[in-house]
């Protein structure tokens, strides 16, 4: 493992940043051309990826994110510690506003995401989020 790829957390960001954009290669999207791949540890210390799946009704387009969370609940489940999303070309993206709430929901307010400024936890990406607490 390179350790300068890897921050206080324990977090190997160019292990993921490279899971994610070798799932974007995978992505279906005849309609924009963007390829997106998210790619995620678990607290187990798997990583989960996912594409992104788009569909001729806009609406019902799965971003990466919504895919790796299926692949999170598919190979046993857990919390995601934190997550990188990336394009084809390697560049950041970041999470819409609703895979921020689903990571929030996978990965809790202290999950980890690779964002302009560093990772940021779900706490500071989605401040006052809506939660199984709030049921």
Do not use: H, K
Not at 27 to 56: K, M, Q
Not at 62 to 89: F, H, I, N, P, S
Request: contains cysteine.
């Amino acid at each position: 493992m390179d350790n300068s790829a890897v921050n206080d957390s324990g977090v190997d960001w160019a292990r993921l940043r490279s899971a994610a954009v070798e799932a974007a290669a995978s992505a279906y999207c005849p309609y924009s051309g963007l390829r997106v791949g998210a790619a995620g540890l678990c607290s187990d210390g798997r990583i989960v990826i996912g594409c992104n799946v788009e569909n001729a009704a806009y609406g019902v387009a799965l971003c990466a994110e919504c895919t790796m969370a299926g692949q999170l609940l598919l190979t046993g489940g857990g919390r995601l510690a934190a997550v990188a999303c990336r394009g084809g070309d390697g560049q950041l993206l970041m999470p819409c506003g609703r895979c921020r709430q689903i990571l929030f929901e996978l990965g809790g307010p202290d999950c980890l995401v690779d964002t302009p400024d560093g990772a940021l936890s779900m706490r500071e990406l989605l401040p006052f989020a809506f939660g199984p607490d709030d049921l």
